[in-house]
């Protein structure tokens, strides 16, 4: 048997052995008995960089209370709105997801009666309602005083959305942000109580 013979059925062999191991490009979809579970839904409005899409059918309109200062927000009940009203607005929360399949929830604040048209409102739900179909980016335009909506050109495929149920997605997102008692931290420190 010629050397080079021995030496060329090794190569073959061990390459034999790493294309056994060898991770498919895919692996991650291709886990066996491995889901991704939901544990976060940040509540936000989309990153100017992302693009993004909107659920057509999963909304809520609420209240929420935003506090600027601390970057949070807050839902709050219909029943105890009235206690802090001036601090709270009427928005229509939307599921929302990204190219990098990060879901989240969009307050978009609704219009209000007792205010003119407000564009940032009003371009904020026509963007919601146009990324339905079609990927999106959106972003501030302080001199049009409105949002500027961007479309993606190229084919970004069909959007992945959470595999848990409008309900359980919205629970996980507002769990520690949801006002429920007249005794919430949230609504004593608007009120001034110690």
């Given amino acids: 048997m010629n050397p080079t013979d021995t030496t060329a059925t090794a190569q073959h062999s061990d390459d034999e052995f790493l294309a056994s191991l060898r991770l498919d490009q895919s692996y ?20 100017r960089t992302d693009f993004f899409r909107v659920h057509p059918t999963h909304s809520l309109d609420c209240f929420c209370v935003e506090l600027k200062e601390e970057r949070e927000v807050y839902f709050i009940t219909p029943a105890l709105a009235q206690f802090v009203a001036e601090f709270c607005e009427p928005v229509r929360l939307r599921l929302c997801v990204s190219r990098q399949k990060v879901a989240f929830l969009w307050p978009i604040k609704l219009p209000r009666e007792d205010r003119r048209v407000d564009e940032w409102r009003k371009s904020a739900a026509e963007a919601a309602h146009l990324a339905e179909s079609k990927w999106i980016r959106l972003a501030p335009d302080m001199h049009l005083g409105a949002y500027q909506t961007f479309e993606a050109v190229a084919d970004l495929g069909d959007p992945v959305w959470p595999s848990e149920s409008w309900i359980e997605v919205v629970k996980i997102a507002l769990r520690d942000r949801r006002i429920d008692s007249e005794d919430h931290a949230v609504i004593r420190q608007l009120l001034g109580h110690a």
């Fill in 28 to 47: 991650t979809e291709a886990a066996v008995g491995v889901r991704k579970v939901l544990g976060t839904v940040p509540v936000r409005k989309p990153n």
